[in-house]
């Protein structure tokens, strides 16, 4: 019989050190809070360096743009063994796609 009893209560024992939460309510321990639902400070918004200039209109080139872009044209030009002269530009007349293919086949 006594050791029916030394048997049970040293069962009981094992199995309340085994519970976690009994331990920890029975060691006076407190929770530990996750810190999920707090707020980090964050810098405040700052405008970027150029914002109240305004950008360049695409269509519109500066002098030195369209000096550089000559210049590059001109050393493709020198490259290949092209002269200026003998670049046939389309004009600007107004008319269909067809006539100008048209135009451009007899001519070669």
Do not use: H
């Amino acid at each position: 019989m006594k050791k029916n009893r030394l048997v049970i209560i040293l069962s009981f024992c094992l199995v309340i050190t085994s519970c976690q939460t009994l331990k920890d309510g029975l060691s006076g321990n407190k929770n530990n809070n996750s810190d999920e639902f707090l707020v980090q400070k964050k810098n405040p918004l700052v405008l970027p360096p150029k914002y109240l200039e305004l950008p360049k209109p695409q269509g519109e080139e500066s002098e030195t743009e369209k000096e550089l872009l000559n210049s590059d044209n001109l050393d493709i030009q020198k490259i290949l063994g092209i002269d200026a002269e003998s670049i046939n530009l389309p004009s600007t007349q107004s008319g269909n796609a067809e006539e100008f293919v048209l135009k451009n086949i007899k001519n070669n």
